[in-house]
């Protein structure tokens, strides 16, 4: 699936643009709060392989919209569509976005829901706006955590901390996330996408060669953990996606009710 399934004439859901050295991909579905399709995953994970090999890029910049980062993985997808194999698009984006050899920063607005959080484990640079939440729901909707998530946590944060937020999944603020490690910086309203713009154009004039080199020696010892753990997750991931308290928790969104999960054992 690529680029070439979105009509034509519609905005696209995933707006790339490089310029001064740095390749900006945006999440572009603000009526979805930026909600992830199988379609968008797609397009995420060709932009960074194109700017991860473009000799133009210098850094990599993820963004959502200015009132919201990204919901998370599409909920209608999962219920009606969901992923069934270890190579969908979802699962070649994680893999993307983690063994990319070039800077990622990411500017964060609003939510940053499931993968909108998870996925910043695998970002170097991380501005978050005052405005900005955080959450990894997945036990909430019956699911199990991704993207490395469950060996990076515990790993930055210690067991205790990302138990808390894997187990209870409760939303948590920049402060807080700034606080855990996991933002760089807390910038005022409406600024982050500025202030990431402006450390990837210091980042953009840095010897590239020395940069690739210094993540890649950052990352080596936990890199083949990392791939081994989404291989893990990925698999537990597809089936709590088929399992009844998935469904339920699907179909409680959808109704705007609160899951009933009472009769689960
Ligand atoms: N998947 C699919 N659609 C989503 C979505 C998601 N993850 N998140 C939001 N949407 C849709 C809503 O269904 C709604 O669509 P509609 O206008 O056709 O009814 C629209 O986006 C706006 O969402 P809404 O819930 O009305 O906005 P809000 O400002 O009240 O709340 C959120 C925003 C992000 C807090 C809330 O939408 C939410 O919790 N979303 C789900 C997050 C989630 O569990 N993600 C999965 C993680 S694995």
């Given at each position: 699936m690529g680029w070439e399934n979105q009509p034509l004439n519609e905005a696209p859901l995933i707006t790339t643009e490089t310029a001064e050295g740095i390749c900006r991909l945006g999440m572009n579905r603000p009526e979805k709060?930026?909600?992830?399709s199988a379609i968008m995953y797609a397009q995420l994970a060709e932009g960074l392989k194109h700017a991860d090999q473009d000799?133009?890029?210098r850094v990599i910049l993820i963004h959502g919209t200015p009132e919201c980062f990204t919901a998370g993985n599409d909920l209608k997808d999962f219920r009606d569509?969901?992923?069934?194999?270890?190579?969908s698009t979802v699962f070649q984006f994680l893999e993307t976005i983690s063994t990319a050899v070039k800077p990622i920063a990411a500017a964060v607005n609003g939510p940053a829901i499931g993968i909108g959080t998870s996925m910043l484990l695998h970002c170097d640079l991380v501005y978050a706006g005052e405005n900005s939440t955080f959450q990894l729901p997945f036990v909430n909707l019956g699911l199990c955590p991704e993207a490395g998530s469950s060996y990076l946590l515990p790993l930055f944060l210690g067991h205790q901390r990302a138990a808390e937020l894997l187990l209870l999944g409760k939303p948590f603020s920049a402060a807080k996330a700034f606080e855990l490690g996991l933002v760089n910086q807390v910038i005022p309203d409406g600024d982050a996408l500025p202030a990431a713009l402006e450390v990837c154009r210091e980042v953009a004039a840095l010897p590239p060669a020395a940069l690739r080199e210094t993540k890649q020696l950052i990352k080596q010892h936990t890199a083949p953990v990392v791939a081994d753990a989404m291989r893990h997750e990925g698999q537990a991931f597809l089936n709590r996606l088929k399992s009844p308290e998935a469904q339920e928790a699907f179909a409680a969104f959808f109704e705007r009710r609160p899951p009933d999960f009472s009769a689960f054992q």
């Open positions: 709060k930026n909600a992830l000799p133009a890029v569509s969901p992923p069934t194999e270890g190579n």
